[in-house]
Every structure is written in structure tokens, then in C-alpha cells.
DNA sequence: CCGCGTCATTGATGATCGTCAATCGGTCGC
DNA sequence: GCGACCGATTGACGATCATCAATGACGCGG
């Protein structure tokens, strides 16, 4: 929290990737936003950089809002969500290890982003980061490539609430959990019995998420479990026995092998 | 299975921009995403970006194809849509003028995009398009700011189809129309009657795009009609009595002071 | 160990919507 | 002008969901 950075970059050479020092927010895990930087920016990065732990419901932004601060997931969940006037709450994203939150070069963010469960995260001072980002047309593309992640992910969301029974979504929403988050520690493959999958969320966020009430979201579930498709370990665990079933319902029709092409294809520019 | 939009709305939106054949897309229109950009970057866009028309349902970019081309909109209305396994499409996005398509950097792009009237749009061949990116930080935060806009409109339509009920759907669906568009021809201000409103698209992308049909869009249209909220000129056409009750019902919270203030401040980084 | 609160689940009922079918209105080709 | 056609509209009915209410499961503090 007090953590000085104004000793600037020289400092941080051991703060850097690799370090093992708690106070830098690289070198843990493989999915994170600026993985592909180079040493320099990681640098200049991990000096302005504070890791933040949050707990379950901390508001982190509050909508409408300028908030002073850009940063990135490193484990939890957040939700994004918007409260409207009738004070019915709709949840437009979930942010998981990896994602970005924040907004550079532009005012009031009209979401509020909150901990879905306790939450790790890496904060930059809104006015720094964008400091370095006018001197790094590298850093300005890794943004980019991830706001194009964002606008999948929230285009494939659409698609779920699109779909007309809520059993349906549901199917659709643990697909799209398994994709988006497969590379994640939630998720365990164990090829007799299924796949895995720890739901991070309540049911009123799910609810919430995909346009419904949680009883619909309750009747979903024990529905899919009547139906084979799926087994109800604890609400917030379950095994998936037919991925496939699951999408077709859904309607989602990008097979992984689209998705992870689209990923190495993203990763190969960023390299490049 | 021929479908589209009736025929009488194009001849509502054709001839408005007349036959004049110009070799560069730039100096019409205050609403292009160019506009702030150094003469010398136009200029060089100029020399490599083409004009064309298209007629309405021709198919500009098919899903899961990598597209050659980026480009924005001059004039008309695009769908980006999404085909599902069973059939059945879903709109995740309407292109008007001003708004960008294609992606750079990237691969496949996983929505087709189609003409959902006539027309007129500025496209750039990628690669040539990327090779200006490279050199241009400045075009680079253009396309990041336009993400930015692409991002808000996805998770607003997010908060339309959250609604329960199809009547709140199709409230903020012209509440959405008119906030983005409002700066377009496609609507006049008549102090005594109302605000008019006329809508590019079909019964069907309309039902495609909030996740009902046509039933339903057409009972909700005269709903609001006997609720003395809207006026119903033609299927195409309307009057808005009552924004604020729309946006009520629809939940849409933001007012359109914040959406001004939000432009303002991106135009204001634009340009700095 | 008990009591309390929170959340998930289940049941019952009215509201809304999807579906099928019929009708209306306008356009276009002839 | 006539007729075929397409889209919008309207009606009727069954499916699905939101709502209200009650119950069950679980964790936490006393």
C-alpha cells in the first residue's frame, strides 16, 4: 500500500519478471495481460504497479465513476454491472485472472465493477499508465488486442441472453465459463465422469447475468441433471457430462479449435 | 426464404446522398472516425481506401471468414450477426455511419456482416490498412478509442435483452436507436408532436436482435402505441411521445448529458 | 448445541411469450 | 389493373417464466 514508486524504474530491476518479491504484480501466472511486453515495459510496469487483495462485494469502481486507477485481474472474480433505475441490478461481464478492468483516455465508466468472490488484483494510477502508453505503441497494442477480446466476450454473452428458455442459457452460460476459463484452476478434467467446473458465483449473480430470477436459474440446473447432461455436485460445483449437448442447446457454435486458432493467431501479432 | 427489408424503406432512405462518385471517402460527413486524425494520415488513407456500394442483404464479411478488408460506414445501416447451429441468427450489432468494421491484427472474425438497407461504405485493403498502423500511433488510438465505443454499445444492447418483458425491450431499443443516432438524418424534432424516428431495419432483425419475433415486436410497437407513449406512421416510421418513460421502462439509466459528456471527453483525447 | 440468517430449492399460480394460422396491406411483375 | 408475393398484423392456444410463498441446507456466532 505504501510501497514508494518513485524511485522509479532502476528499483524495480529486481521487482521485475521472474522476481519472486510479493510487492510486483508479474511473474506469476502465464495468462496475464502483459505477458509478451518487453523486459523494459514490464519494468517501467512493475514500478508503478500495486498488487490489491479485495474482498467478496468490495466495490473496486463504482458506476459512473472516473475511476483513477487501470489494472488487471490476477485471481477471483469480478462482475461488472450496471444498477438500473428500478434497482434491479444487470451484470454485463465477468472479469476472471487475466482480465483487464478500467478505462484509459476516457471519463465516467458507467459500470461498476465489484468482487464476485475475494479478489487479487494489480492497480496502476490511471495517469501514469497513460503516460507510459503514449510513449509505447507495444503497450497501446496489447490494449487493443485485449479490448477485441472484450468485445468477443461480451458479443458471446449477447448470444446467451438471446436464447429464449433459460435453460438454455444456462447450458450456454457453462460452456461459455468452460471457454473463456478452461485455462484456469477452476476447471478439471477427469475423463470418466466429466469435466469439472467451480462455479465462482451465486445464483442471484448468475441470475443477474443472464437475465432471469434465481428460482429460474435453480430449475435450470436440476433440469439439465434430469436430462443427463450434467451433475449438481454442490450448487456451486458441478460435472459435465455432454459439452457438446450443452452447446447445441445454447446455440454457441464456435468450436474450440476456432477459439484457441483466434487466441495463437492474437498472440502471434502480439509477439511479432 | 428471401428476406430483408420491405422495399418501401428503401426508397425512405435511398437518394439522400445523391450519385456523386468521389474518389476518397474523406470531407463528408462530421460523424467519421477520422475526422480528428493529422491531414497527412488522411491523405495517405485516402490513397488507399475505396468507396463502395452495397445492395441491401449483400453480404460484406461471412462469419468465421478472415476478412481482407476494414473500413467504416458512410451512409446506411449494417448488421453484424451471428448464424446458430439450429438456424436461427442473432444480431449482436448494427453499423451506422461513423462506425467501423473488420478488425485488425486479428484473424477470423466470428460474425458475418451484411448490408440490412443500401449502402455506402470506405474500405481499406488490411494489410495496407496495418502497414499505416504500424507508423501511426496516432490512427492506433483512434481504433482503440473506437473500441472503446464498440464495447459501450455491446453492453448496453446486453442491458436491452436483459428485459423481461419484450414491450421493455423494444422501449429501449428506440431509446438505443436514438441516442446513437440521433446525430443522424434518420431523426427530426417536432417540439409539438414528438420526436421522429424512423427505423432502418425489418420486423425481423429487430425480433433477431432482442431475442424474440416478429409477433412480439409487432404487439409490443402497438402496445406502446395504446400507452400514448409512441405514434406508429408507418412499420418503419414512428413519433416519440415519451423518452423518459421509455427509458423507464427499459431501464436504461444513462441520460444522454452523461452520453455527451462521455463523446466530448473521447473527442477532447482525440484531439489532444 | 442451539438459534439465526443466508442462500438454494421446491411448489403453485397468473402473466407473458412462442407458435401456428389467418388476414391485411403494399409492391412488383405482367 | 390484376394477381402473386412479402412483410406486418391479429387471433388463439400451449409452453415457459416471473412471482409469491414455503421449505430445506448450511454456516456462523453465542
Sequence with gaps: MMRGAA??????????????????????SESLPFQTLSPELLVALGAIGRPK??????????????????????????RMEKTLIDGQRQIVGLLVAGDMFGRVFDG?????????????????????FETLLEGSPELERVLLLNQLNELDSAREWLGLLANHRTIDKVAGFLVFLHRRWAHLAETRKQPELGT?????????????????????ISRAFHALQDRKLI????PYRFVIHDFDELE?????????SEIDARAAMRAAHTLR
Design 7 to 28: 524511485s522509479g524504474m532502476d528499483k524495480s530491476l529486481d521487482d521485475r519478471v521472474g522476481g519472486d518479491r510479493k510487492v510486483t504484480c508479474f511473474g506469476r
Design 53 to 78: 487483495t479485495l474482498a467478496c462485494d468490495e466495490v473496486l469502481v463504482a458506476a459512473g465513476e472516473q475511476p483513477g486507477i487501470v489494472g488487471f485481474v490476477m485471481d477471483g472474480v469480478l
Design 108 to 128: 465516467a465508466f458507467p459500470f461498476s465493477v465489484e468482487a464476485a468472490t475475494e479478489c487479487e488484483i494489480c492497480s496502476f494510477p490511471k495517469t501514469r
Design 196 to 216: 469439472l467446473i467451480d462455479l465462482p458465483i451465486s445464483r442471484l449473480d448468475m441470475a443477474e447475468a443472464l437475465g432471469t430470477r434465481t428460482e429460474g
Design 231 to 234: 451433475t449438481i455436485v454442490t
Design 248 to 256: 447445441r442447446m445454447s446455440g454457441l457454435s464456435e468450436s474450440e
